[in-house]
């Protein structure tokens, strides 16, 4: 066994996974372990942030971390190493396995013609590799050797500078000779600036030019922190007022900057906001609705809470209506359908996997009770309550949230009436459940006071044509005007 071979089984490289369907990327959120901490196979190490949800990562090695490949806040594309770990710690010091950084793999021009990253620690050859800048230490300010300062001018293409006397920043100690800027300032650099991908991105979201920033990063490499304080105007000197004091001073003018902030689009919030917009403008929506006397759902709802079949579940009116929504589908088969664009065809299905729109911190997701059509409703109360539980912290796996076939969004909670829902992506429909007020009805030929409900169901024309869309809603409506049809038509 070759030394190569015995050190590549040795330190085992965890790469992201595909933890969706599909998936390119994740966000790391949070680590959980350090360098130099003992981990076991199984032993979740991070927290990871998809398009879909947050996911848990468990690492399937035993061993002593070796290093942590990105920091938190960075994305990272599916299939690069995020962590190495030393399965032999007691083996002694060995050249552990070149990294294969995202950076380098995602975009070859972040770094200049010529570099090669590796692993920390480990004795690269000078001629053609170069090590990874540990983090500084706290109150050591952060210099690279002489020797490694002239191998990184000579790739560059500049003059090595001379050893410094005093510790001054990488940037400077990497920058030709050249007159000193003010402090704060913004120098060009030299060449293309560098910067990883992230970064570039965030420079380019918040239209900053990264030859104007002056990094402060290992290798004067431009970082996060870098980019945000170009892009924070600096306070002007006190000796030349700011001009804004002046515009201030115009009648009619309103400084509305200081008052905005900007997020950027990602994870859940960009996953959801993409395809949103490409339902709306594939699928053909069609919205009816449908006001409705469920007087009799709410005393049945009051009634089920002290039944002891349902003890320890939780009861509520959505659970309802669920259950009357799966009625009116088993009635309606055809409405319980996908469109095939690829293959034109239409995909009927003979299992519901039921939706639950829930709005989480990280925005909207729509995770689904599988084969929901075949629960009793002792069953389907508990799997929606494990949902919303789930969703509520952050929990909800891509899975769960994969295969869905129609959907619920329960917007009376918030005390709408009712609404005009999008599809979830590959639905067939989805049904808005609206606030239950006490309202004016007429019942029995009296006008006396009843809890009304107004449902809107919004469906795909392409598989649903209004025939079939108003019988399947109107059949959701009277099972819950009359719940004892749960009985009869289920």
């Known amino acids: 066994m ?25 966000e790391i959120l949070k680590w959980y372990v350090q360098p130099g901490d003992t981990v076991t196979d199984g032993q979740v190490v991070c927290e990871v942030e998809t398009a879909k949800a947050a996911v848990e990562l468990p690492i399937p ?28 710690p007691g083996a002694g ?34 001629s053609s ?33 001379a050893a410094p006397a005093t510790p001054v920043a990488p940037a400077v100690q990497a920058a030709p ?45 431009i970082t996060r922190e870098d980019v945000h304080a170009a892009a924070t105007p600096a306070a002007a000197p006190a000796e030349a007022p700011a ?15 200081a008052r905005e902030r900007r997020v950027p689009v990602k994870g859940v919030r960009k996953a959801t906001a993409q395809a949103m917009v490409a339902s709306a403008f594939t699928a053909p929506h069609v919205t009816e609705f449908i006001t409705v006397d469920v007087t009799r759902t709410m005393k049945l709802v009051q009634e089920l809470k002290q039944d002891p079949d349902m003890a320890g579940l939780r009861v509520n009116p959505l659970l309802l209506v669920a ?21 034109q065809e239409i995909v009927y299905k003979d299992y519901v996997n039921l939706g639950i729109a829930a709005a ?12 929901a059509g075949a629960k009793t409703l002792p069953q389907l109360a508990s799997e929606l309550g494990d949902l919303v539980a789930t969703a509520r912290e952050g929990k909800t796996s891509p899975a769960a949230m994969a295969g869905g076939t129609v959907t619920i969004t329960n917007v009376g909670v918030f005390g709408v009436d009712t609404g005009t829902p999008i599809l979830n992506p590959g639905e067939s429909a989805i049904l808005a459940f609206g606030a239950v007020k006490l309202q004016p009805w007429v019942h029995k030929g009296k006008v006396t006071a009843r809890q009304v409900t107004t449902l809107a169901l919004s469906f795909d024309h392409r598989l649903v044509d209004g025939e079939l869309g108003s019988k399947l809603l109107a059949d959701v409506a009277a099972v819950l005007e009359r719940p004892k049809r749960l009985i009869t038509w289920g």
Do not use: C
């Open 177 to 221: 000779a050249a007159p000193a800027a003010p402090a704060g300032s913004a120098v060009p650099a030299a060449g293309r600036p560098l910067a990883k991908p992230p970064v570039r991105k965030l420079a380019k979201d918040l239209g900053i030019d990264l030859a104007t920033i002056l990094p402060t990063g290992p290798d004067g490499i």
């Open 93 to 126: 010091p060995a050249e552990a396995p070149a990294a294969a950084p995202q950076e380098a793999a995602a975009d070859e021009e972040a770094e200049p013609q010529g570099r090669q990253a590796v692993l920390v620690g480990y004795g690269a050859a000078p």
């Open 360 to 371: 989480t911190p990280r925005g909207l997701i729509v995770p689904n009770i599988k084969d």
């Open 323 to 343: 259950k009357a929504f799966l009625v009116a589908l088993k009635r309606h088969p055809e409405a319980n359908a996908a469109w095939d664009e690829a293959n």
């Open 61 to 88: 090695y035993t061993g002593v971390v070796h290093e942590l490949r990105f920091g938190e806040g960075v994305t990272v594309d599916v299939g690069t190493a995020i962590i190495a770990v030393d399965t032999d």
């Open 243 to 257: 001009p804004v004091a002046v515009a201030a001073a115009e009648p009619g003018t309103v400084d509305t900057a």
């Open 2 to 26: 070759t030394a190569s071979t015995a050190n590549a089984q040795r330190f085992r490289e965890f790469k992201m996974p595909d933890v969706g369907e599909g998936l390119t990327e994740a």
């Open 129 to 161: 590799t170069k090590r990874r800048a540990r983090k500084p230490q706290p109150g050591v300010p952060a210099q690279p050797e002489p020797a490694k300062a002239a191998l990184q001018a000579e790739l560059n293409g500049r003059a090595a500078p």
